[in-house]
């Protein structure tokens, strides 16, 4: 049995990348020891550098591409896969939509699920989609900076194009820096719990065009906010809200609870499926509706409603689904937990004329529960869960209800597997392909659909 590494810290070798983890690393293996290497793809030959050495596995930098994968994608900034931000950017997108195809693929043969995984549907333009930006501001050499983190660290590298971002926001956000800079504006130091300024935050409707942008801030106190709000305001023109979002806690959780309205709405509006939504500072919004109007329509057609459904929403954020689906059935109940969005969700009905949708603020693995126990009988569920997927009571809950269908949009592939065996298990089977969609183009985020119909 190991006790130690057979890799060293500065150590270096050769060798072919034979896989890509699921953080998007490459995995090279040194007598069967795997290291995992940024930016190196399957099929490459490369001379790495172990970086950090642990028990089971190690990290490695590539020294020297030898032989390059016809996969690689030469045309791409490199900030955009040091930093994290869009790690996958190096491989040709084909590739990629391949890569998340076959994740799905290997994650159910881990679980001894048989599943059909069809090919990944994609974007046709998978950059510049992103319609939110939240931008780490901090100081480097002494000066105000917009940027983002390089990997696995609190260093901030300086970047003007996002690559995955609306290039308006991007825009934006240069804007907003220069401004702040101009009026001296200190930037916050994490390690002190000082300066101002921590974070930019910049929405833009992707049909509407209207722009919020919101400074987080650590004081309540804003120096020169009247001209700096003037500046961004005329600046600006798509600008439609500025806020102060103040977050006065030493935390890496980005966002405050207190909000302030320093100039124009206190919310910007989007459409989504000719529906109408409101979007505050803290509301959840897709980041990329183009690929949310795909997914949720492929859910809601593979739900193959009539018109006379009564529709469970687990998870149901602002509404999205529930209000997309509302003229399709008899009525929706939906449950969230953020009670925010909650209030979101009741509000955009509301605005849309929708009334056959109900919003109930609550943990969803207990709403269905308390749902199952009044004898509520759905003929479709809906879950559309965080990363962590679905808890095994809410599993035994919405499979008890018996509904004909139980369609599962997924974020993370791997809690999707391990769920579909207890799904499975209570008499249910997968109807179709699982069907992957590329939400998060460059990235390694996995969103897919999945139908289980009850067994006859």
Not at 140 to 169: C, M, W
């Amino acid at each position: 049995m190991k006790t130690k590494s057979p890799v060293v810290k500065n150590q270096e070798f050769e060798g072919e990348v034979i896989d890509l983890t699921y953080q998007g690393l490459g995995v090279v293996k040194i007598d069967d020891f795997p290291v995992f290497v940024v930016n190196a793809i399957p099929g490459e030959i490369v001379k790495v550098g172990i970086t950090k050495a642990q028990k089971n596995f190690a990290f490695g930098r590539v020294i020297k591409r030898l032989k390059d994968s016809p996969n690689r994608n030469q045309d791409v900034d490199q900030d955009a896969i040091t930093t994290g931000i869009a790690p996958l950017a190096n491989l040709k997108y084909d590739a990629q939509l391949a890569y998340k195809q076959s994740q799905i693929v290997e994650l159910f043969k881990k679980v001894h699920v048989d599943a059909n995984v069809a090919e990944t549907i994609g974007m046709e333009n998978p950059v510049g989609y992103r319609n939110k930006a939240q931008i780490p501001v901090r100081e480097i050499k002494g000066e105000l900076t917009t940027g983002f983190y390089r990997r696995n660290s609190h260093n901030l590298v300086a970047i003007e194009d996002y690559y995955i971002q609306d290039p308006e926001i991007d825009k934006a956000i240069v804007v907003v820096r220069d401004i702040l800079r101009k009026y001296h504006v200190p930037a916050y130091d994490e390690f002190t719990n000082q300066g101002v300024i921590r974070t930019i935050m910049v929405r833009r409707g992707y049909y509407s065009h209207e722009m919020m942008v919101v400074l987080v801030t650590r004081t309540k106190k804003l120096q020169l906010v009247d001209e700096i709000v003037r500046e961004i305001s005329e600046a600006l023109p798509e600008v439609k809200s500025i806020i102060q979002n103040i977050n006065p806690d030493k935390t890496n959780v980005i966002m405050g609870r207190e909000n302030n309205v320093l100039w124009g709405a206190k919310i910007i509006k989007d459409t989504l499926f000719d529906k109408q939504f409101e979007i505050g500072p803290l509301s959840f919004y897709q980041v990329n509706p183009q690929t949310t109007e795909r997914l949720y329509s492929l859910a809601a057609d593979k739900a193959n409603l009539q018109g006379d459904e009564l529709v469970i929403d687990a998870y149901s954020g602002i509404g999205t689904i529930s209000l997309t689906i509302a003229d399709r059935v008899r009525e929706v109940m939906g449950v969230e937990i953020v009670e925010g969005a909650v209030e979101d969700a009741k509000r955009n009905a509301k605005i849309n004329g929708i009334k056959n949708v109900h919003f109930t603020l609550g943990k969803a693995e207990e709403q269905m529960v308390a749902w199952q126990e009044a004898e509520v009988q759905p003929d479709v569920i809906f879950v559309d869960p965080p990363r962590k997927g679905l808890t095994p009571e809410l599993i035994d809950a919405a499979t008890a209800m018996a509904p004909a269908k139980l369609i599962y949009i997924s974020c993370n592939p791997a809690t999707l597997a391990r769920d579909a065996v207890q799904i499975l298990a209570n008499g249910y089977h997968i109807s179709g392909d699982i069907q992957p969609v590329d939400q998060f183009p460059q990235t390694t985020h996995i969103e897919s659909v999945t139908v289980f119909e009850k067994d006859v």
